[in-house]
């Protein structure tokens, strides 16, 4: 397997870069607008075939790169069930499976940043959280139909039950950190060490954040595949 992961310095994003190295078939997970000449450029040094660009959820700060990968490769976009997403070629289900040559990328739902965010666990070893968990971390809750306690329930009775040598790769990092463990976060991430469901609703509750810079723009844009509005 080839995992590669690529980072967006505005939005502080990771895209991922899945391969089978026999097939030359691969998966961008999360891809950027404005890098999508970096990931072509990526893929036809490396010989890969772009299978793929699959969401995490739809996103409000930056652009998605499918809709543009799709124009140039012939790709197809997946979103997960229920994204408000027309253009989509498909949409993924909650415990269903994306084969890439022989490796195996399974959905799991854990909504609570959105009503719709899936994680992808891939060989049951490597776990791309998104926007649901990040090093020592979580994603907000206060839009797109976020819910505090519902993040919570995904994270602790779904990710956390995953095993403790889990590789997790998180969907954004503000700090320069790149990789975790699910051991490690279940042990040291202070959204959810010594809180319960209760008192982790009230703490993201009041984070009082700003919005994205391009939310305006990016949500509107993403429900249409990356298609920016003249």
């Not at 969401?55 to 790709?75: P, S, W």
């Not at 799991?108 to 926007?131: C, F, S």
């Not at 990040?134 to 139909?145: A, E, L």
């Amino acid at each position: 397997m080839l995992l590669r992961q690529l980072f967006d310095r505005e939005s502080s994003t990771y895209t991922y870069l899945i391969a089978d190295r026999a097939t030359k078939q691969a998966v961008l997970i999360d891809p950027v607008l404005e890098q999508v000449e970096r990931d072509l450029q990526l893929l036809q040094e490396l010989d890969l075939t772009l299978c793929y660009c699959l969401e995490t959820h739809i996103h409000a700060d930056h652009i998605t790169g499918t809709g543009k990968l799709r124009e140039i490769t012939g790709c197809l976009g997946i979103v997960p069930e229920n994204a408000q997403v027309a253009c989509a070629d498909r949409m993924i289900k909650d415990d269903e499976t994306l084969a890439i040559g022989s490796l195996i990328i399974k959905a799991i739902a854990t909504p609570g940043h959105t009503d719709t965010h899936m994680a992808y666990l891939v060989n049951g070893h490597y776990i791309l959280t998104g926007d649901a968990l990040f090093i020592r971390g979580c994603g907000r809750t206060d839009f797109q139909s976020g819910d505090a306690g519902i993040l919570y329930d995904s994270v602790t009775q779904k990710l956390f039950n995953l095993p403790d040598e889990t590789i997790v790769y998180p969907g954004h990092d503000y700090r320069g950190q790149t990789v975790s463990t699910i051991g490690e976060e279940k042990q040291w991430n202070p959204r959810f060490v010594g809180r319960d469901r209760a008192n982790f609703i009230v703490f993201m509750n009041n984070l009082n954040l700003p919005n994205p810079q391009k939310m305006m723009e990016a949500l509107p844009a993403n429900e249409s595949c990356g298609k920016v509005s003249c």
